[in-house]
């Protein structure tokens, strides 16, 4: 029986998501259903050896539709210490505190 090696496994699902992720933002304005392909294999690596999708990355896409957000595919909003992203190709919407509400 092989051993996995989950440290590494880990460490290449990760690189793979950056990558992939980096490609959907490459592609999302030549084709759009490629780079919503990416960011689905992108979100399945991620679920399937449980690595976090990287920081800088984390908003950049729609988490329904896998859509990847550029200037005509998603609405931000900002009211009230709450920030919200609204992708254009599906509605879904998604809330974000962008301020501690205790602070003030
Ligand atoms: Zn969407």
Known sequence: ??????????KIAKERIEILLERAHKFKEKDISLARRY???AMKISSKYRVQIPPEFRNTFCR???TPFGAETVKIRL??????IRCMSCGFARKIQYRNKRTF
Do not use: A, F, P, Q
Request: charged fraction near 50%; include cysteine.
């Open 39 to 41: 960011v689905e294999l």
């Open 79 to 84: 009211d009230h210490g709450t920030k919200l």
């Open 64 to 66: 329904k539709c896998y």
């Open 1 to 10: 029986m092989i051993r996995r090696d989950k440290k590494l496994e880990k």
